[in-house]
């Protein structure tokens, strides 16, 4: 069973900084694209940032490049995002998500981890 366990979600003012982690079980993910997406309330759910897991290769949405980082570990099938200078926008619930390299849909999801940005 495909499990995607994300952590390191909180409260935090704004300018700081939370690193989020997400592990990965059930499978090899060497040929997966691991994705970190966000909704906050009232709007839809958006794409942050992914990572190819073999060559690395990253994709940043415009609201967060330069300030999110996302990377892996795969000696322990986990990602993380790196989150700095945090924004009172950037508050939503953050998800962890798997997808097969070229196939466009993500095919497993997190449960979610809050982020919340204080003024």
């Known amino acids: 069973q495909v499990q995607l366990v994300e952590s390191g979600g909180g409260l935090v003012q704004a300018g700081g900084s939370l690193r989020l982690s997400c592990t990965a079980s059930?499978?090899?993910?060497?040929?997966?694209?691991m994705g970190w997406f966000r909704q906050a309330p009232g709007k839809e759910r958006e794409f942050v940032a992914s990572?190819?897991?073999?060559?690395?290769?990253?994709h940043y949405a415009d609201s967060v490049k330069g300030r999110f980082t996302i990377s892996g570990d795969n000696a322990k099938n986990t990602v993380y995002l790196q989150m700095d200078s945090l924004k009172p926008e950037d508050t939503a619930v953050y998800y962890c998500?798997?997808?097969?390299?070229?196939?466009?849909?993500?095919?497993?999801w997190g449960q979610g981890t809050q982020v919340t940005v204080s003024s």
């Open positions: 998500a798997a997808r097969r390299l070229f196939i466009p849909t993500y095919e497993y």
């Open positions: 059930g499978r090899t993910f060497s040929s997966y694209t």
């Open positions: 990572i190819i897991w073999s060559g690395g290769s990253t």
